[in-house]
């Protein structure tokens, strides 16, 4: 089972930026290079929404809520996902996922805090 671990979290002004890298392992039958990528937050109180998605090919796909400050990119060398975060707004301020779907199971990772605030 393909397993997840996040980094890159913590405490940033609005304004600022942060990166997150989610590290991706346990391949079994496939590869890091076959995988469609996303990223998912959840807030307190508030439902796990989509962030950012990335194909095996590199296309990508944002939530209107991000777009244009967030960049969702792969690194197929060390089998990694990353999303730089920009003009960071309190509104950002989630635990963030990463994950992927394989024959329609989701596999998810422990998240990491970001926490936007002044």
């Known amino acids: 089972q393909v397993q997840f671990v996040e980094s890159g979290g913590g405490l940033v002004q609005p304004g600022g930026s942060l990166t997150l890298s989610c590290a991706v392992s346990?391949?079994?039958?496939?590869?890091?290079?076959?995988?469609?990528l996303r990223w998912f937050r959840q807030a307190p109180g508030k439902e796990r929404e989509f962030v950012a998605f990335i194909s095996n090919f590199g296309d990508t796909q944002y939530a209107e809520s991000v777009k244009g400050r967030f960049t969702i990119s792969r690194d197929s060398a060390n089998d990694m996902v990353s999303l730089q975060m920009n003009r960071l707004k309190p509104e950002d301020t989630a635990i963030y996922f990463c994950?992927?779907?394989?024959?329609?199971?989701?596999?998810w990772g422990q998240g990491t805090q970001v926490t936007v605030s002044s």
């Open positions: 994950s992927t779907r394989i024959s329609g199971i989701d596999s």
């Open positions: 346990g391949f079994t039958g496939f590869t890091f290079s076959s995988l469609d």
